[in-house]
């Protein structure tokens, strides 16, 4: 068998924490499952830190879960060694004393631009095609994960079937007791709530409290959690964990670290998630989902949206289909301020064993294609010399 690959992995952090978890959630996996020394670069650690406690934000160099973490600073270390291949995340760029080293070396290390999520037609066809530097005479290689055959597929940790269902009942009453809450009463539907700033919250959290059934809506600490407190009337942080009015029950949980954000979803009936990270987990939790998208200009995460609905939804039924890109467009503020969005949910509501059934279904479709980390490591194997 041939020795594993070596790896440099480069991530910016432009804004929340989405490139950073799929750049340490590729980084353990291809370390743990592949056997690969990977090296990752971050230029916040303290981002880093939050999805993972066990990285150290003053360390100029650690070794956190099988990974060498570094941190991106603008002085680039001069005696650092080439890997086999680089991973340029989500066009970031690489340092330049690195790109230089490239070049003086035969043969240079695959150079791999890791380009984000996306359902688009296109990206099959462009998946895995080499793209000449437009200054340099260095070849790049795009890699486009997706949800369907010809793409780099999603991340998916080979024992994540396997935890999710020894999870059961006693995991999800220990989830709750390690974040200061009791079980929730039985009957209630229990929803997360993961969002960024330009989701109409209070309008959702107002159908729920005026709604016809008890909801426990859970709320990671950030933003959304201050929202919610605000919708509530509550400035104290430290004694408005949970909160009361009408129907609805809100929990503000503790920031989770990366690992256990699997446990919230699986603890939930229904999962609101954003950006690509949380999208993913959410889609493997096998539960329904409603996506935010991260906001881009003229409208372009529109047509994200709609082509992941257009594959999500094929074989679906059509009341599902139907309510479940409805609610996707007001949660997304694609039409407008929702004006009719308890309407919305009550419909919904009325769909989710149907959509229950589907998200099993699905998570086998996408299973098929094959993890990313897998797939991309063996790329990387057919390509180095």
């Known amino acids: 068998m041939p020795a594993p690959l070596t790896w440099d992995i480069f991530c910016r952090v432009i804004d929340n924490y989405g490139d950073a978890a799929v750049c340490w ?19 916040q650690l303290a981002v880093l830190h939050a999805l993972c406690p066990d990285v150290n934000v003053t360390l100029p160099r650690q070794q956190v879960s099988g990974v060498e973490v570094r941190p991106w600073a603008d002085e680039w270390p001069p005696s650092t060694e080439l890997n086999d291949v680089v991973v340029e995340a989500f066009g970031c760029g690489l340092p330049e004393p690195y790109v230089a080293a490239m070049l003086a070396r035969t043969p240079p290390p695959l150079w791999i631009t890791l380009e984000y999520l996306s359902a688009e037609a296109w990206v099959a066809e462009h998946h895995g095609l080499p793209s000449p530097h437009p200054r340099l ?20 940790e080979g024992d994540l079937a396997a935890r999710r269902a020894a999870f059961g009942e006693a995991g999800r009453g220990e989830f709750w007791r390690s974040c200061g809450f009791s079980s929730p009463t039985a009957g209630s539907l229990v929803v997360s709530l993961f969002a ?11 159908c729920w409290e005026h709604g016809n059934e008890p909801i426990v809506a859970a709320v990671p600490d950030g933003h959304m ?39 919230l979803l699986w603890s939930c009936d229904i999962n609101f998630v954003r950006g690509e990270d949380s999208f993913v987990r959410a889609q ?29 939804a094929a074989g ?25 969005l308890a309407d919305t949910w009550r419909v919904f509501r009325q769909h989710v064993e ?18 990313m980390a897998t797939n991309l490591a063996q790329f990387a194997r057919d390509r180095v010399k």
């Open 25 to 43: 959630r590729l980084a353990c996996q291809l370390a743990r499952e592949q056997r690969a020394r990977v090296r990752l670069w971050v230029d």
């Open 137 to 156: 005479p260095l070849d790049r290689y795009f890699f486009f994960p997706g949800f369907a055959a010809g793409t780099g597929g999603v991340l998916r």
């Open 196 to 206: 960024y700033a330009g989701a109409p919250a209070e309008a959702l959290l107002k």
């Open 225 to 263: 959690a201050g929202r919610v407190r605000e919708y509530f009337g509550a400035s104290d942080r430290v004694a408005t964990a949970r909160l009361r009015r009408g129907r609805l029950e809100a929990r503000i949980l503790p920031f989770v670290p990366q690992l256990r954000y699997d446990e």
């Open 284 to 312: 493997w939790a096998e539960r329904p989902f409603i996506w935010h998208v991260y906001p881009q200009e003229a409208g372009a995460h529109r047509l994200k949206l709609d082509t992941f609905l257009d594959s999500y």
């Open 316 to 340: 679906l039924e059509r009341g599902a289909a139907a309510v479940l890109r409805t609610l996707s467009y007001q949660w997304n503020l694609m039409d407008g301020p929702p004006v009719n």
């Open 354 to 371: 149907a959509l229950n059934r589907h998200a099993s279904g699905w998570v086998g479709h996408v299973g098929r294609i094959g993890d």
